[in-house]
């Protein structure tokens, strides 16, 4: 989602007066209300006043509260192939399910005193995916691939196999045991000759409530609640426990989180306060069917995490692949308070206020399957150098410890709404960021400096660790000053001109910059043959041992000779500058 040309979740969504912005990835629509809940919303497009923060755009949403009357509403969106045509082109319709149902209900628990709303939607929308994959043909399991465009070369010899036929002698045990995980085609051909059809069946559920408590006619309480708890079983292209490639074939859900409370006290007719404390809260996860298997001592591979299916890649003439699919977990909060007051006098409104943010993202620990690449540089075919146990390639990537990336910020503003002639009103506001550098909860953190002296080669560029005395390895930004300054004057009485001009802070994630496998603290391999003609390995003999990470490889050295993402100590804030020019 954007505004006006700027980047995508770069917006300052509120519900309720509360953040409703995730700390990682910026996002805001899984605490969108559903409409039946939302009693007004607003969209500022740009130039907005001093009063709110990071952003280039607000979405203010508010939701309905309940009154002295009890009021509720049922309601049912369908959509279903029944009541549809068939298309012109098509032999027969297309399955359709669509059902979006839901109800909401309010009212008074002590009248005019205490007030209660609850609201619940949910949408089911089962529905089915097809495609074609290329799996290996009987024959070509059997080491027969001679229908294939491609010569098999035996490295031993470096001459042809005999007829393209591999004989089964020949066959890598790991590969034999590998055979079975694909199924036997269902289509002609070499190529796309598996068909399947996978269903899927998405869940949506959201509830909402909100208690508001007259406490007298100068001080209002309320409370909110939202969640939603998304999830669906996705069916992969193949039978499992393997899946084709890193597609998602096993559950994935999210659920999200938001808890309010504000207090809102009037002092005269002048002035008004109001204080917001808000928390939200993902949780996100995505399984794979072969977690927990084993398989890497099924399939009597040695040195490789068995907590997956191992990946296997094949280029060329058959090219196909087996994996464990999309698989992670994590959670993510952030921590919101807020105060604002406002004070009229005489043609002066002045609004003053500030902002704690404390944002936290906690991916889980995560083992990497292991992968193997065969892309047919020893033999002419890659199916051939996965049935010898030939890998030009192998990589792991493993993050066994859970992380607790942790982020704080703080903000004040000032701003006066000037109404200096009848047809004349002047916006003037100040906002002052500090935005926190980012650290992890148990310093587990490390990032290259490119002027710490590497220990093992005296030269400049290191890796550096987080200390309890030092646990920022990315500096705090202290300077971040945001004008606002805006003016609307009346040219006649359909006409109206407005000018404005601001500096906004686009926002910085809990986990923005850093490494998600963290020199010293993840497993990291990498092995690529080096000459196109050697192997890195004989696949039944598996990949050299991989180092768990502990205190006793953290030095300097532990990335000489890879390739690593680092975030400069020194990095700039983000901000976006805007103006506007305007006859309405």
């Not at 909110?224 to 899946?243: E, K, R, S, V």
Request: net charge neutral; proline share 7%.
């Amino acid at each position: 989602v954007n505004v006006n040309g700027n980047r995508a979740f770069t917006i300052q969504a509120t519900v309720n007066g509360g953040s409703a912005v995730l700390p990682k990835s910026n996002n805001f629509q899984a605490f969108v209300p559903p409409l039946e809940a939302v009693s007004e919303f607003t969209v500022i497009g740009d130039n907005f006043s001093a009063e709110f923060g990071n952003g280039t755009s607000v979405l203010n949403m508010i939701t309905k509260s309940g009154a002295n009357q009890f009021h509720g509403s049922v309601f049912e969106f369908v959509q279903n192939d029944i009541l549809n045509a068939r298309y012109f082109f098509g032999q027969q319709k297309s399955k359709l399910r669509y059902n979006q149902f839901g109800g909401t209900l309010g009212g008074p628990v002590r009248k005019d005193r205490l007030f209660f709303f609850v609201s619940y939607q949910n949408t089911l929308s089962p529905n089915s995916s097809s495609g074609v994959v290329t799996v290996p043909s009987a024959a070509a399991r059997a080491g027969d691939l001679s229908a294939y465009n491609a010569t098999a070369i035996d490295p031993s010899t470096g001459r042809a196999f005999a007829g393209n036929q591999i004989p089964l002698r020949r066959f890598d045990p790991v590969a034999q045991a590998v055979l079975s995980y694909w199924p036997n085609p269902n289509l002609n051909g070499t190529t796309n000759n598996f068909y399947s059809v996978y269903p899927n069946n998405p869940r949506t559920p959201y509830y909402d409530a909100k208690i508001d408590w007259n406490i007298s006619p100068s001080h209002q309480l309320s409370g909110t609640f939202h969640m939603l708890d998304w999830n669906t079983q996705h069916t992969g292209q193949i039978p499992g426990p393997a899946c084709y490639g890193s597609e998602y074939c096993g559950r994935e859900g999210t659920r999200d989180q938001q808890w309010q409370v504000s207090d809102r006290v009037t002092f005269g007719p002048a002035a008004i306060n109001e204080f917001h404390a808000n928390y939200i809260r993902e949780h996100y996860d995505a399984t794979s069917p072969s977690y927990a298997g084993d398989y890497a001592a099924k399939l009597g591979l040695k040195n490789v995490p068995g907590y997956y299916f191992p990946g296997f890649s094949i280029g060329g003439a058959l090219p196909t692949s087996l994996g464990a699919g999309q698989h992670y977990s994590g959670t993510q909060n952030n921590f919101v308070y807020s105060d604002v007051f406002t004070w009229t006098r005489g043609a002066h409104t002045l609004k003053m206020g500030g902002q704690f943010v404390a944002s936290q993202q906690n991916p889980h620990g995560e083992w990497g399957p292991g992968s193997f690449d065969f892309a047919g540089l020893f033999n002419g075919l890659g199916f051939a150098d996965f049935l010898l146990g030939l890998p030009d390639s192998y990589s792991l990537s493993a993050s066994p410890q859970s992380l607790g990336a942790r982020r704080k910020s703080a903000a004040g503003f000032l701003e006066d709404t000037w109404h200096v002639l009848p047809k004349l009103t002047i916006n003037l506001g100040l906002r002052y960021q500090f935005e926190g550098g980012f650290t992890e909860a148990h310093n587990r953190l490390s990032n290259f400096s490119p002027t710490a002296i590497n220990p093992a080669t005296a030269a400049p560029g290191a890796i550096v660790y987080a200390t309890p005395g030092d646990p920022y390895l990315q500096a705090s930004h202290t300077r971040l000053f945001a004008p606002r300054i805006g003016a609307a004057y009346q040219l006649s009485q359909q006409t109206v001109a407005r000018a404005a001009y601001g500096v906004f802070i686009l926002p910085n994630g809990a986990q923005q910059g850093a490494n998600t496998n963290v020199p010293g603290y993840a497993i990291s391999q990498n092995l690529q043959t080096t000459d196109q003609k050697t192997p890195v390995f004989q696949l039944s003999a598996g990949p050299p041992p991989y180092v768990y990470p502990d205190a006793s490889v953290h030095n300097g050295a532990i990335a000489n000779g890879t390739n690593i993402n680092w975030w400069p100590y020194n990095s700039l804030q983000p901000y976006v500058q805007q103006w506007q020019l305007s006859v309405q």
